[in-house]
Nanobody, 129 residues
């Protein structure tokens, strides 16, 4: 059974940094593509970072240059380094995982939440001005 557990969220002032972690278990970690997503109440979940099995990454323009996704296959852990945080980055952040072919077939890209079956419970990030 696939399990994803996020940690590292918290409160930070604008301009600060946070690093989120996502500990994975229950599957062959290195075989799955993964993504980070965020959601605020009343809005759709949006992708903020994707990482493929070959290590290639993708970001939306809203976070490009500020966020960096990485994975440690030895530790089965996904990371999201967030720098130069803005109040509009405030959200619940989730990690997700699935087979790449399924992600693309069902969502179109690693940044599309519709392609993923497996999700963590989320970790809150609050950025104050």
């Amino acid at each position: 059974q696939v399990q994803l557990v996020e940690s590292g969220g918290g409160s930070v002032q604008a301009g600060g940094s946070l690093r989120l972690s996502c500990a994975a278990s229950g599957y062959i970690y290195s075989a799955y593509s993964m993504g980070w997503f965020r959601q605020v109440p009343g809005k759709e979940r949006e992708g903020v970072a994707g990482i493929d099995i070959d290590g290639s990454t993708s970001y939306p323009d809203s976070v490009k240059g500020r966020f960096a996704v990485s994975k440690d296959n030895a530790k089965n852990t996904l990371y999201l380094q967030m720098n130069s945080l803005k109040p509009e980055d405030t959200a619940m952040y989730y990690c997700a995982a699935d087979w790449r072919t399924r992600i693309i077939a069902n969502g179109g890209s690693l940044l599309s939440p519709g392609g993923y079956r497996y999700w963590g419970q989320g970790t809150q990030v609050t950025v104050s001005s």
